[in-house]
Structures are given as structure tokens and as C-alpha cells.
């Protein structure tokens, strides 16, 4: 969601800005805006769009050593201009960018406005300001910590303050926010990309921390309860090579589509440490009886991931002796689970950061619940919030639509499940050789990809798609039919093969496409059966299939076949055909395909 950076220091601060907002373009946002002090005069711009727009209405090097800059991903109020940030007070010394919810805005902004406040936009955000414009006396951190108590909800926020040119102030709850040392200047951000090419030393402030930002001196208290000064010590991460470039490809989710192959070599090489025929997975120990002492796991996710999760109940079920829970993130609290410290609670985040999830992690921490995420970011909150953590190594993924995430969560349920028998039982059942070839099968898919284009532009007119799966294969059909959605803005339903007599079935007809999968594995026989009854309703059929099936040509319209192998791990091959087809008819379409419409990369606002 809105990306957030902020800059002062010895160099001109806007070229930092702009750059950094575009490394937090993978977030989404609908506007972006920047605000300097220059010659003690407050500058702010803003544009609704994107950062390539911003750059143009901005001097470079004339405009001010401090500044903060933001990308907006609507919640209150429509992208306008107004809307967009920064917001700024009444009499123009308090500038604010923000990032989450603020939850009592209404109440707050009456009371503002009751003090004779103007507002100039429909956000809950612009409070901010005014509160500091109310509440700001001599003592800076006690005048923070009064403003802040009054907010809820969740923000990061970053405020340049005209009367103090030689400092910002970074404050977090439930967002996140980073602060980044450099050589006589200092950076606050929401995530490491927006920094990664100029720094090496973080700092990642808690909740309820007021961070003053100062090239000379850097100083951070804690405001909640007792006011105090906290001495935190920075942490090293090597300035890591992101390139904003896209490496040759039209979009960042067709590179990072075709990265899958390495990413799971990657995995299986670098992710687990061998023993035999034991393995181990890198910086993770768990405590001594762990698999015996829980009797039941309890997976949260959102969005893709939780496709991945569900994917896990199925995986897992087969064969681990627990029983597997899975539910969206956001829902988990409504249902009231009966958790305890019993319990494995995974989280599944690619991100590490959505809200929903944290909030979920956080209800099942207070149960007692042992827990263990998922994620590709270790710095994420919800890496540090966990006991255990597993981590995606994918590299960063700017796509909006997740994809190679997808593939390395696939990758790990698959590990996890084998090292819990192993624990178990003293035994894993993993055929390496077997395991070794995946990468390999999934080069070859993406070098057919040019006829997955074909057949994808051939349907991309079809406004109504239905995608059918039955057993392990459902929540990847989910998978397939949530990338379709996201990217094209067609409507695709995904729907259990068995369920679609229960009602679905009545949308077929000739205009209507059913992607399926129909490989050869356990539920071959049945989902042949319902694509009879498909074919019998005139609805075009495209069916992922194993290579050199015959029988499935007398039933389907289009054909993506994938390698034969163990079907074991037909769920590697058949979810790059899903995620290609969304690619290509978002591309016939000529879709936002890498920032797609009203979506944002991390979701970081329950
Ligand atoms: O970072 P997370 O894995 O927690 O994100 C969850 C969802 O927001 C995310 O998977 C979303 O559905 C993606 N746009 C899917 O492509």
C-alpha cells in the first residue's frame, strides 16, 4: 500500500525521493507527492498518477538537503490532488505523509474543526497535521506523544516540521517504517527497496517509538506508557542489487514468472542443509519435541498465500497425523478458534507486512499458540513477531500479482511436510532426483510459452471464465482464476469441479471458457467425468493436461500440456501454465499488468 520515504542529509533530497518512491512503486498507489524545505519554505507536489509524472514537475537539485515523499493507495477519499500527500496544517509548519488507517479520524476531525481548523482534503490523514498544529509545544517528544495517543488505528508517519530544518520525525504503529544510516545522512522508508541502493545500516524502530531524524544525531524514545530515551543498535544488511531495470522483459511479473525455475534450485540447494538423506532447513530450530507435542496446525493467509495454505491442508492432511485449519487471515478472529499452546499457527506472507494476518498472528499469540511463518522478508513484522520462520528467499518481487512467491511457498509446504515425517517418523520420503528435475520441467514449460500466448489471446475477448480443479489442484485453480482476475479484469471463478452441479454449472454455455487442470494424477477419472459435462453445456474447454495424453483431446477445446513426471509435483508444473494465461490476456488487453487497478502489493490496512 502507500509507500513512504523520507530523506535529510548532505545532498539535495529530491533525486533520493524520487528514486526511492519508485522502488516502492510495486506497492500500488493511485497519486504520489513530495514536500521540501527550501529557504525555510515548505514546497509541496503532487500528481494524480505515477512517479514518472511526479519526476517531471520536480527540479532536482534546487529543491531543499530534507524532504518526505509518498505514494497514495486510496482509502479515504477519492486520488486527487487534494488527496494526495503530503498534508499540511493550517498555518503551514506541520507536513505529514502517512501509511494505514486512522482509525477515530471523524471524531478527531470534528473536535479540529470545532477549533476553528480548515481541512483541505477528504483524508483521514490531514488530522495529523492539525492535531500537531493543536498539541505542538517546546517539549517535542512529549508534544508527540500527546498527539499520538490521541490517534487509532495504524500508521507510519513521517513529518517535516519547518521550524526544525535539520530533522524529520518517523513514528510507527502496526505499519512499517525503517530508518536508514548513511555517511552524514539519514533515510526513513517503509521498506528496505526504497533504501537498498544507498545503505547498509537499519534500524527498525517498534511501535509507539518516536524517531528524530538527524544526520548528526539520531535519536529514538519510547512514547507509550513511560517516556523514554532507547539507545538501538543498527543492523548491517548488505546493500542488496536490486535493479529497478527489468532484466529484458516487458513487465516484472512476466521476469519474474520465468526466475521460478532458478528460485526453486535455489530452495533445494541453498535453502535446506543436507544430511544423508536427511535435510535441515537453514536458521531454523525448533524447540525439542515440537511435531509430538502439537496436535494440530492452524495455517492464516491472505490472497494468494492463501492458496498456498490451503494447498497445504490438502498436501499435509495426506500425511501428517494433525489435523490443518486454514482460514483468511481477516476472518480468523470471527470464528473464534479454539487454538492453545498446542497449536502450530503458521503465517503465510510474501510480504510479512499484511495487516490482516499480523492481527491474526497477534489473537493467536495471545491463545499460546506456537508460531511459524512464511515469508520472503525477515525484517518483515511478522518474521520478527514469529517463533520459527521460513524464508521464501525469492528476491524481492515488484509485480503486483505474486507469482515466484507463490512457487517458493509451494516449494517450502512441500519441504515442511517432509521434514515434520522426518522428525517424526526418522524418514522422509523425498526422491531427490526427482526433485532435482522440477526446475528443469518448468524451463521447458516456460519455453512453450508461446503457445500458452496463443490460446490466452484467442480467449482474452471472453468476458466470463469459470476454472475448475478438484483435490490438491483446487486452490491452485483458485490461484489461477485470483490471477486472471487481478490483472485482466475479467471475471473468473474458480470452483471446486465436484460443487459446480450445485449451482455453477448453470453460467455454462458457449461464451463461457473452463480453464481446468486434468493431469494424471488421483483425480484424473472424476474431473474427465465433469468436463463431460462441460463439453455436453458447449462450454470451450482449455485443460492443463500431461504431456502425450490423448484421451483428454476428446474432451478439451485447448490443450497446455505439461512434462510427465512423479505426480507428486504436478503443482509445480501447473500453476506456471495459470499464471501465464493471466499474463497473456492482461497483456492482449493491454492492462496496468505490473501495478493492476485499485491493488496494492502490500496490504498493510486491515
Ligand atoms: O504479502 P502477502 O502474501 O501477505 O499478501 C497477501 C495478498 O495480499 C496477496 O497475495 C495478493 O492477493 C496478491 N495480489 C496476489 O497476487
Not at 42 to 64: A, C, F, T
Not at 405 to 421: D, R, V
Not at 480 to 497: D, N
Amino acid at each position: 500500500m502507500c509507500g513512504i520515504i523520507g530523506y535529510v542529509g548532505k545532498n539535495p533530497c529530491v533525486p533520493y525521493i524520487i528514486k526511492g518512491l519508485k522502488m516502492l512503486e510495486y506497492r500500488g498507489y493511485d497519486s504520489a507527492g513530495l514536500a521540501t524545505l527550501v529557504d525555510g519554505e515548505i514546497k509541496i507536489k503532487k500528481v494524480v498518477g505515477k512517479v514518472n509524472q511526479l519526476e517531471k514537475i520536480v527540479v532536482n537539485n534546487e529543491e531543499g538537503y530534507i524532504g518526505i515523499g509518498h505514494t497514495r493507495w486510496a482509502t479515504h477519499g477519492e486520488p486527487t490532488l487534494n488527496n494526495a500527500h503530503p498534508h499540511i496544517d493550517c498555518n503551514g509548519r506541520f507536513v505529514v505523509v502517512h501509511n494505514g488507517i486512522i482509525e477515530n479520524y471523524k471524531e478527531l476531525k470534528d473536535y479540529l474543526l470545532g477549533r476553528g481548523h480548515i481541512f483541505r482534503s477528504q483524508t483521514d490523514t490531514e488530522v495529523i497535521v492539525h492535531l500537531l498544529e493543536e498539541f505542538f509545544e517546546e517539549n517535542i517528544v512529549y508534544s508527540f506523544k500527546r498527539v499520538v495517543e490521541k490517534l487509532e488505528g495504524s500508521f507510519a508517519l513521517v513529518i517535516l516540521d519547518k521550524n526544525n530544518p535539520q530533522s524529520l520525525y518517523g513514528i510507527k504503529r502496526q505499519s512499517p517504517l525503517i530508518i536508514g544510516l548513511g555517511d552524514g545522512e539519514v533515510f526513513v522508508a517503509s521498506d528496505i527497496p526504497a533504501l537498498s541502493l544507498w545503505v547498509e545500516d537499519y534500524i527498525f524502530p517498534e511501535d509507539d517509538q518516536l524517531a528524530i531524524l538527524n544526520p548528526k544525531k539520531l535519536e529514538i524514545y519510547n512514547l507509550k506508557d513511560k517516556l523514554e530515551k532507547l539507545n538501538i543498535k543498527p543492523v548491517k544488511i548488505s546493500k542488496e542489487k536490486i535493479s529497478i531495470d527489468k532484466g529484458g522483459y516487458p513487465h516484472y511479473m512476466l521476469k519474474e514468472i520465468h526466475e521460478q525455475p532458478t528460485i526453486l534450485r535455489e530452495i533445494f540447494t541453498e535453502g535446506i542443509e543436507k544430511k544423508g538423506n536427511f535435510f535441515f532447513f537453514k536458521d531454523f530450530k525448533e524447540d525439542d519435541n515440537l511435531w509430538k507435542n502439537i496436535n494440530k496446525i492452524s495455517i492464516v493467509a491472505c490472497g494468494t498465500s492463501y492458496h498456498a495454505g490451503y494447498f497445504a491442508k490438502y498436501l499435509w492432511e495426506e500425511e501428517l497425523p494433525y489435523n490443518v485449519e486454514v482460514d483468511y487471515s481477516s476472518e480468523f478472529r470471527y470464528r473464534k478458534p479454539k487454538i492453545d499452546k498446542n497449536t502450530l499457527f503458521i503465517a503465510i506472507s510474501q510480504s510479512g507486512e499484511t495487516a490482516d494476518t499480523i492481527a491474526a498472528l497477534r489473537l493467536a499469540r495471545e491463545k499460546g499458540a506456537k508460531i511459524l511463518s512464511l515469508t520472503n522478508n525477515l525484517r518483515s513484522t511478522i518474521a520478527r513477531e514469529s517463533d520459527l520462520n521460513l524464508y521464501l528467499r525469492s528476491g524481492i518481487e515488484i509485480g503486483v500479482a505474486a507469482t515466484k512467491t507463490f512457487m517458493a511457498e509451494l516449494a517450502f509446504i512441500f519441504l515442511l511436510k517432509e521434514y515434520i515425517k522426518q522428525e517424526l517418523y526418522g524418514e522422509n520420503s523425498i526422491n531427490w532426483d526427482d526433485l532435482r528435475k522440477i526446475p528443469v520441467y518448468l524451463e521447458k514449460i516456460l519455453s512453450e510459452s508461446n503457445l500458452i500466448k496463443e490460446i490466452a489471446y484467442k480467449y482474452s475477448k471472453n468476458k466470463n471464465f469459470l476454472y475448475i480443479a478438484r483435490g490438491k489442484n483446487f486452490p491452485l485453480i483458485l490461484e489461477g482464476a485470483l490471477k486472471l482476475k487481478e490483472i485482466s479484469y475479467i471475471h473468473a471463478e474458480g470452483v471446486s469441479a465436484g460443487e459446480m452441479k450445485h449451482g455453477p454449472i448453470a453460467l455454462l454455455d458457449e461464451n463461457t471458457p473452463v480453464m481446468t487442470i486434468a493431469v494424471q494424477d488421483e483425480t484424473y477419472n472424476k474431473i474427465f467425468s465433469n468436463l463431460e459435462e462441460v463439453k455436453a453445456r458447449k462450454a470451450p474447454i482449455i485443460a492443463i493436461a500431461t504431456e502425450n495424453d490423448q484421451k483428454i483431446m476428446d474432451v478439451a477445446d485447448d490443450l497446455i500440456y505439461v512434462p510427465k513426471h512423479n505426480s507428486k509435483y504436478y503443482y509445480f508444473f501447473v500453476t506456471i501454465p495459470l499464471q501465464l494465461f493471466a499474463y497473456y490476456v492482461a497483456e492482449k488487453l493491454e492492462r496496468e499488468i505490473d501495478q493492476p487497478r485499485n491493488l496494492a502489493k502490500s496490504v498493510t490496512v486491515e
